[in-house]
């Protein structure tokens, strides 16, 4: 994890400001969805990505009734019902 050498001030609402200079080179953009994660003692903010709901991948993921699936696991589900 490189350092990005910003400090920001948590305020009362718990809200920091992700410096533009950050939002322009991650292509974050007002409204995007923002995932927390926490690894040890460490927050991590990343660009959301929906994962399968049942391996966590990233790659090629559809919405199916509300959740999220993806190619290769749309794929087994196909075969089951042959």
Do not use: T, W
Not at 44 to 66: D, M, Q, T
Request: aromatic share 8%.
């Amino acid at each position: 994890m490189k350092p990005a050498g910003v400090v920001r001030k948590v305020d009362q609402l718990g809200r920091i400001v992700l410096p533009k200079s950050l939002r322009k080179r991650y292509q974050m953009n007002e409204g995007d969805p923002v995932e927390i994660l926490v690894q040890g003692d460490h927050i991590i903010l990343e660009r959301y990505r929906p994962r399968c709901v049942f391996c966590g991948s990233i790659n090629e993921v559809s919405e199916f009734k509300e959740r999220y699936l993806c190619s290769e696991c749309m794929a087994d589900m196909y075969q089951l019902r042959r």
